[in-house]
């Protein structure tokens, strides 16, 4: 999502706002996304279809709607039950803070994804997704000077919520 690392839920504020009030189809989605968040066709196409596979947005009969997840965190600010609904569809988003119960880089984090969880990651742009999320709902943090990361009291928390798979390895 647009924003950086600490901008993942801003822009998805605006896009569930948006979806809430418009129920627009895939194409209009596209398009709002294009002019709203300053993006290319090609990445609001990529944006939406990654919201979707998160579970954060539906499609059905051409029209979107967002999850009842989503329009949880959308009424209450809570990030909880959004992280909830990436980690059920997306793999390796609580394990991804599991690993943190200590700070480590993020090539130190690459190396124990495909090593425990055999992600098969070749960089860190998967990472950097999940990253994105996590850091933008307070329960990671990077050190400025650095690329460690480390996790927060409330990624602990949510950790203890999730159902989370064990290490393959």
């Given at each position: 999502m647009p924003g950086g690392y600490g901008g993942y839920?801003?822009?998805?504020r605006r896009v569930a706002e948006y979806v809430a009030v418009a129920r627009p189809s895939p194409e209009q989605l596209q398009s709002w996304m294009r002019?709203?968040?300053?993006?290319?066709?090609?990445s609001a196409y990529s944006r939406w279809r990654s919201l979707c596979r998160a579970g954060l947005l539906t499609e059905s009969h051409g029209v979107s709607?967002?999850?009842a997840a989503c329009d949880t965190w959308r009424r209450t600010e809570n990030p909880a039950p959004l992280i909830a609904e990436i980690h059920r569809n997306i793999r390796f988003v609580g394990e991804f803070l599991v690993l943190l119960d200590a700070p480590l880089s993020t090539g130190q984090l690459l190396h124990m994804a495909n090593e425990r969880y055999r992600m098969g990651w070749q960089s860190q742009a998967q990472l950097s997704y999940r990253r994105g999320w996590l850091q933008s709902a307070g329960l990671m943090t990077a050190e400025s000077y650095s690329d460690t990361l480390t996790r927060t009291e409330a990624g602990s928390a949510i950790v203890e919520e999730l159902a989370i798979e064990p290490p393959l390895a």
């Open positions: 839920l801003a822009s998805m002019d709203a968040l300053s993006i290319t066709a090609g709607s967002i999850s």
